[in-house]
């Protein structure tokens, strides 16, 4: 009895050993020490940055910004139409959600964050404002938390770098856009020396392809207008 005991314990610490293999060989992050600005969580070769935090929204509202990175050409080139629905995710100070809500006057922007303050500021600026179409929403580090094939668009300025699951954000946001729904990147260039912004918050456009690609979408548009960032519209499929 007693050798039975010993065998059914060891053969159950096997079975606890593999499923905790198997969950590991799963698991499409590897760990690092974090660097600086850095988590430490490492997906497809890239570190993960650190969240910007939302006391930093005077930069986000700068005066200056729209001509630093000409954000006007980077909304007048975004594929939409008056009715489209909208999801700005990682939205902050709605500096591109209020400005995308004018070209949907007959459809909405979802302006999704996790961060509270971030939804308390984005909803008393839509009623300072009297927007209408811009709803705050609160996702969560996984999913932007909205309907299924219910988008047109999925804006994320500056924004992917940051996001903690992207393989999990990814699958959600596929979820979430229509068929023919686009998915649009605006990242700062990491392959450009100039762009004086810390490493870990630039993103090379090879780097980009191979996280997008790995999560079934591909590249159907590159502007090439902007004066820092990448403008990357991608569609779902191979």
Not at 13 to 38: E, F, H, S, V
Not at 134 to 153: F, H, I, Q, R, Y
Request: hydrophobic share 40%; glycine share 8%.
């Amino acid at each position: 009895m007693r050798y039975f005991r010993l065998f059914f314990g060891g053969l159950l610490l096997i079975l606890i050993a593999k499923g905790a293999c198997m969950a590991q060989d799963n698991d499409p992050y590897t760990y690092k020490t974090p660097d600086r600005d850095g988590t430490g969580k490492v997906y497809k070769g890239r570190e993960i940055s650190k969240i910007m935090s939302f006391h930093g929204v005077n930069w986000l509202e700068r005066p200056s910004r729209s001509r630093e990175e000409n954000t006007d050409e980077a909304i007048a080139n975004l594929p939409l139409e008056p009715d489209h629905q909208v999801a700005d995710i990682g939205a902050g100070s709605g500096f591109y959600t209020f400005r995308i809500a004018k070209r949907v006057p007959e459809g909405k922007v979802y302006a999704v964050e996790v961060q509270e303050e971030a939804l308390i500021y984005l909803k008393d600026k839509a009623e300072e404002l009297g927007v209408t179409n811009v709803e705050a929403t609160k996702g969560d580090e996984k999913t932007p938390n909205l309907s299924n094939n219910a988008l047109d668009m999925v804006i994320m300025v500056d924004v992917y770098h940051e996001l903690l699951y992207p393989h999990e954000m990814l699958a959600a946001i596929k979820k979430s856009l229509k068929t023919d729904g686009k998915l649009v990147l605006i990242e700062y260039r990491g392959e450009d020396p100039e762009v004086a912004i810390k490493p870990l918050h630039k993103m090379t456009l090879a780097q980009i392809e191979k996280e997008m690609k790995a999560n079934g979408f591909h590249l159907a548009e590159k502007g090439d207008f902007m004066h820092m960032q990448h403008f990357l519209v991608y569609q779902k499929g191979e």
